[in-house]
């Protein structure tokens, strides 16, 4: 087990092995919060959170699409089964104390937002000598910049005045979701052999 990805090839390269199970949970994540945020985000806006949420569903488009051409992919026959786990844990969970619906499909889905984008620290996982011209380096590395921006949109709406009345529901939906990403993306490192360390 390591603390970072490699062993980089001579030129500073991840193996296109963890390339493939990295980005492969990254599109994953990304892409089911792009598919729930244009889910719920309504055709009309009514609340200026919600401007911000519309941001972030475009930079999810934009992760997942930066993901796909940036990695050196490989075969990996173990990703239909994770895939399948990954996919399950995003999928939307129910929120007590919250009577309208789609407003608790929207905590439940900027939880999962602040969790994938505050949990998931990608370029932590780069040695010093990656090379900083290789496209799938330089892409975990936008990744981590644009969450530090992504996770102020979800703080906007999950401490919001709208919310105040749900204070203890959005508490335990964000503790939750902060948990089990963290689960699943250790699980995932652990099995290209790298250490949960290397994520915190």
């Known amino acids: 087990m390591s603390l970072f990805l490699g062993p980089l090839d001579s030129i500073g390269r991840v193996p296109p092995r963890q390339q493939t199970r990295v980005a492969a949970f990254l599109i994953s994540a990304h892409g089911a919060l792009a598919r729930q945020l244009a889910f719920t985000l309504p055709q009309q806006m009514k609340a200026g959170w919600q401007t911000e949420l519309n941001a972030q569903l475009y930079r999810e488009a934009e992760i997942v699409s930066l993901m796909l051409r940036a990695t050196s992919w490989a075969f990996d026959p173990e990703l239909v089964m994770s895939s399948a786990s990954w996919e399950a844990g995003w999928l939307p969970k129910p ?75 959005v508490s335990a939906a964000v503790e939750a979701r902060h948990a089990q990403v963290r689960k699943l993306w250790t699980e995932m490192l652990a099995g290209i052999g790298v250490t949960e360390t290397a994520a915190a």
């Open 95 to 169: 929120l007590s104390g919250v009577s309208d619906n789609m407003l608790a499909l929207t905590i439940d889905i900027a939880a999962l937002g602040h969790a994938v984008h505050a949990a998931i620290r990608p370029a932590a996982l780069l040695p010093d000598q990656a090379s900083g011209s290789d496209p799938f380096v330089v892409a975990l590395r936008r990744i981590e910049f644009e969450s530090g921006r992504t996770i102020q949109a979800q703080i906007v709406f999950l401490k919001g005045h709208d919310l105040l009345p749900h204070r203890e529901a």
